[in-house]
């Protein structure tokens, strides 16, 4: 088989600006050809303009693209191996984001226990309909991860490496594992960061879900680590960056206490505030998943969502002593039914999917720090009081009071002191300024 491939200027129809289409030229076989289009287009002077020494930024630009879909297209072509026009299409041009939409053949169907257990999931994972040029490709190995991620139920984890994927995507497109360089890493770090305006934090989240994708492809045998695995010592270091919680001070949570909002709708988000503060700072998912059996008297006992899975074998508990006022918000905002399986709290609805009860959760987060910016600013309090604050401000206001880092270690379920340690850090720097203070008191 001969086959032959290049990026040509199509002059045949010229567009209102002067400009004609890149398009992507196939010849299979020797003799039969296809004209693909790609996203770019360009006028004649400057596509002549592509082979000199010097030229523009922006046609440097798009010089690299081609330059790539050329590369990636001659080794999807050379891989695949005997492939026809319509294999080509429907693997390689189909979705890919440097061409233009074009009818192409409707990829095979799943088969049909697949269909059956991912249908709640495909509306929410747009990432389960991808195409795959090769198996070498990102997309393979993020939607394998993915499904896995859906079959154990964690779509929180799994959202996150969608969004991870998609990120990706914008930036260079569904590429093969060894074009994610070290420079392609830190061209990606400044995009998000200089260009997108993008946090430290959230180049962080995206990286360290496709450094797994990394291992998942080296473990599948897809790629071979020691080759174009990109992190590591003397490569790229993924960023990170504290965000530090600025936690309430008891004085400020005495104004959300004393409190009286003037609508329910603010009334029951700061009692649900309350409840999480005295609650250990229980996150809203934990929130959502108290049953009345998790009640034991006068205490609630209960395992963390996030960490069940690395406790599994050893569960740990984590025991928070029912006040006064954690009883008054159950009499006044819980469910009625009091069966052991009742949810304390009508948040979730019993034998709704696991995305369902996903967005729930993410609405009753919501619905938490609308209400709760609603309070601080009717108090004049500066600072912000959501769902992240509140988990702060508790540990917080144990340390101040002298409890131990095993102690809030143990309230806030971390598995790991470390953790917890980090944690802390970020509200120390006032203890030290006022013991700084006490060095010169005599003044």
Known sequence: MSNSIGIVLDKRRIKTNEKYPLKLRVRLDGNEVEMYSTIY????????????????????????????????????????????????????????????????????????????????????????????????????????????????????????????????????????????????LHQYERMMIDIKGRSKTTVGIKLRSLRSVFNEAIEDKIIKGDKCYPFGKRKYKIPTSRNIKKALDISEVQSIYEFKPENEFDRKARDYWLFSYLCNGLNPKDFAYLKYRNIDEDYIIFTRAKTERETRNDPKLITAYITEDMHRIINE????????????????????????????????????????????????IKKKAGNAECRHTTATTLKRSGATTEFIQEILGHHNKNTTENYLDSFENDVKKQFAKKLTQFK
Not at 67 to 85: A, C, L, N, P, Q
Not at 342 to 364: A, N, T, W
């Open 41 to 184: 287009d360009l006028s004649e002077e400057d596509y002549n303009k592509l082979s000199a020494p010097r030229i523009s930024d922006s046609l440097k630009e798009i010089k690299q693209r081609i330059k790539e879909i050329e590369t990636d297209s001659r080794k999807f072509i050379s891989d695949y191996g005997d492939i026809t026009f319509q294999e080509f299409e429907r693997d390689f041009i189909k979705d890919n984001p440097h061409f233009k939409k074009r009818r192409t053949t409707t990829r095979p169907e799943a088969s049909e226990e697949e269909e059956d257990w991912l249908n709640p999931y495909r509306k929410r994972f747009k990432i389960l309909k991808e195409p795959h040029p090769g198996t070498d490709y990102i997309s393979y190995t993020f939607q394998k991860y993915i499904k896995q991620l859906l079959a154990e139920g964690r779509i929180g984890s799994a959202l996150n490496y969608q969004d991870a994927y998609y990120s990706l995507k914008r930036f260079r497109g569904n590429v093969q594992f060894e074009t994610i360089t070290v420079s392609y």
């Open 333 to 380: 905002w819980g469910n009625k039914d009091r069966n052991p399986n009742s949810y304390i709290f009508p948040v979730l609805v019993p034998g709704e999917d696991l995305l369902k009860q996903h967005m729930r959760v993410c609405s009753l987060a919501k619905f938490i720090c609308d209400g709760m910016k609603n309070v601080v600013k009717a108090l004049g």
